[in-house]
């Protein structure tokens, strides 16, 4: 503050008006010591005029600081749609190729990544704390004499660490609708680089809890006399997870993205009546626009 001030001052006013050379005659060289002397004044302006000058310089030629963890108030990441592989383990269904659209991107605080989607509230670590919601479509409609599913509402926190060491997703949710259960999920992806291609593999491991699979999973004493299935109730089971990302950069910035996903389902889920195999697989292909 005290070198704004000074710099914010009119040089001008240091230099009585009417100064010349007859003044400098009519006045001995040893007032000079004065600090009211006109060529004292003169000086003292030239000094701080030199000094703000190369503060202002010294502030200009400092590398800016760049925050990799700020808020920007535009889209950042993709965008576009694509083919989505959706297996529908349940009762002997087919699995479903549907196009939907695809979104990994971040906006001010609202971020999407695939299905997953919320708002970062406070800074942690090497990302933040956030609130998020998951889509997901785990129900199905009442037939062969079991009843209805209702489709999850998974709300909850969680967290998306960027590291040296790779990107780190840690969410924990509670399904708001009927089952009342809560599922976990720890993610690590790592990156590598080669040209236009970017590759991810993923290693991770879900928890699903007893009331959760139970609700989807589970047979009921009174479904299991309509439907023929056997009764069944659910606990909770871990899940692991190995998945490949990849993106290849096509013309401008228009991209390819791919991703695959395995599940292996602990056995308090696969071994329900209603699961049709161990091992549940999503996939898709969609091209979007990078936006930086």
């Known amino acids: 503050m005290r070198w704004r001030?000074?710099?914010?001052?009119?040089?001008?006013?240091?230099?009585?008006?009417?100064?010349?050379?007859?003044?400098?005659?009519?006045?001995?060289?040893?007032?000079?010591?004065?600090p009211h002397h006109p060529i004292m004044k003169t000086a003292i302006t030239l000094a701080l005029s030199l000094l703000c000058a190369t503060s202002a310089m010294a502030q200009q030629a400092a590398p800016a600081t760049t925050d990799s963890?700020?808020?920007?108030?535009r889209i950042v990441g993709d965008l576009g749609a694509g083919v989505f592989h959706l297996e529908r383990n349940v009762l002997g269904k087919s699995d479903q190729n549907?196009?939907?659209?695809?979104?990994?991107?971040?906006?001010?605080r609202f971020f999407a990544r695939l299905d997953t989607f919320g708002v970062k509230a406070a800074r942690i670590g090497a990302g933040y704390l956030e609130f998020a919601a998951r889509a997901s479509f785990d129900g199905f409609d009442?037939?062969?004499?079991?009843?209805?599913?209702?489709?999850?509402?998974?709300?909850?926190?969680?967290?998306?660490q960027e590291t040296r060491y790779g990107a780190f997703f840690l969410n924990a949710f509670y399904d708001?609708?009927?089952?009342?259960?809560s599922l976990f999920e720890a993610i690590?992806?790592?990156?590598?680089?080669?040209?236009?291609f970017n590759v991810y593999p993923q290693l991770g491991?879900?928890?699903?809890?007893?009331?959760?699979?139970?609700?989807?999973?589970?047979?009921?004493?009174?479904?299991?006399?309509?439907?023929?299935?056997r009764q069944y109730r659910a606990g909770a089971s871990t899940?692991?997870?190995?998945?490949l990302s990849a993106d290849v950069a096509l013309a401008d910035n228009w991209r390819l993205n791919l991703t695959w996903r395995r599940k292996w389902l602990g056995s308090a889920a696969s071994d329900s009546p209603l699961v049709n195999h161990k091992i549940e697989d999503m996939g898709l292909v969609a091209v979007s626009y990078h936006f930086k």
């Open 5 to 34: 001030s000074a710099c914010a001052t009119n040089p001008e006013t240091f230099v009585p008006s009417g100064y010349n050379n007859a003044l400098w005659q009519a006045h001995p060289v040893a007032a000079v010591d004065d």
């Open 69 to 73: 963890l700020a808020l920007q108030d």
């Open 98 to 108: 549907k196009v939907l659209p695809y979104a990994y991107f971040d906006y001010g």
């Open 142 to 160: 009442a037939e062969r004499g079991l009843q209805r599913r209702s489709n999850p509402v998974p709300l909850g926190i969680g967290t998306y």
């Open 176 to 181: 708001v609708n009927a089952s009342h259960g």
């Open 188 to 196: 690590y992806a790592a990156q590598f680089e080669s040209g236009p």
């Open 205 to 229: 491991v879900e928890r699903r809890s007893a009331r959760y699979n139970n609700y989807f999973l589970g047979v009921s004493t009174n479904e299991s006399a309509a439907s023929g299935f």
């Open 239 to 243: 899940n692991p997870i190995l998945g």
